[in-house]
């Protein structure tokens, strides 16, 4: 690793490398499948709607897997999603299931957090390796492994915050008032999370006096990817 000098990354930079990196996937899985199914909804009724939704992601993935472009994560989570919500959803003609499914993931998804807290194992510290090489003794760093802690224990409170949410919002709203204000919640919570897992990881890295090395996405060695926030579905 290379000492921190004055050409590291502002944290608008990172910022911006962040929504470059991950801003397209997230609208092809999340917000254009949340759009189409809402038009859908008024014009065509919920039968409708859970087939534009439901085409639009298949067709996504089938796009890229024609054409050998790379399938994003975050992709393969929403078909997977939106397919099971929508077979629960129809065999139990239920739309308050499609839309509480997801809280129940998001439920899950904390605990996993939680409980990696609890065995000393935090779960971003393994997402951070997949997304970014870091040696065995920068994640030893006792700063290091703390970040590593937080930060899973902020994604794990993103996760009950969303699920609490989505929850209250469900039963207290219509189905056309909650799709658009779930949407903007979820969007917002998880724009605050980035924030803050991006200034928390850049105070770590100058402290530590890491600087990342040179590439396409100059990001710290320590910013651990966003997570795939199937939380945002619709």
């Known amino acids: 690793m290379l000492a921190v000098h004055q050409g590291e990354p502002s944290k608008l930079a990172i910022f911006a490398m962040v929504a470059r ?7 092809e899985a999340t917000i254009v499948p949340a759009v189409l199914f809402y038009a859908s909804l008024l014009t065509a009724g919920l039968g409708a709607a ?10 996504a993935l089938a796009r890229r897997v024609v054409r ?26 239920s739309s308050f299931l499609y839309f509480f499914q997801p809280v129940l993931g998001s439920v899950a998804m904390g605990c996993v957090f939680l409980v990696s807290v609890a065995v000393r194992r935090p779960l971003i510290a393994t997402l951070a390796h997949e997304f970014w090489p870091i040696s065995p003794e920068v994640a ?19 996760s009950l915050a969303s699920a609490a949410l989505t929850t209250g ?10 799709l658009a204000v779930k949407q903007l919640s979820g969007l917002g919570l998880t724009a605050v999370a980035v924030c803050l897992t991006v200034s928390m990881s850049l105070r770590t890295a100058r402290r530590e006096g ?3 090395r040179p590439s396409p996405l100059p990001l710290p060695a320590v910013l651990p990817e966003p997570l ?6 619709f």
């Open 68 to 93: 050998h472009d790379p399938v994003p994560a975050i992709l393969v989570i929403g078909v997977i999603g939106i397919t099971v919500r929508t077979l629960v959803a129809v065999v139990s003609r």
């Open 169 to 178: 919002l469900l039963v207290s709203l219509p189905l056309g008032a909650f």
């Open 210 to 212: 890491l600087h990342a």
């Open 140 to 158: 030893a760093r006792p700063r290091v492994v703390r970040l590593f802690r937080r930060l899973t224990l902020l994604w794990a409170g993103v």
């Open 50 to 59: 859970y087939m534009a939704a439901l085409s639009w992601s298949y067709a």
């Open 228 to 233: 795939p926030y199937e939380q945002l579905a």
């Open 21 to 27: 990196r991950s801003g397209p996937h997230l609208v």
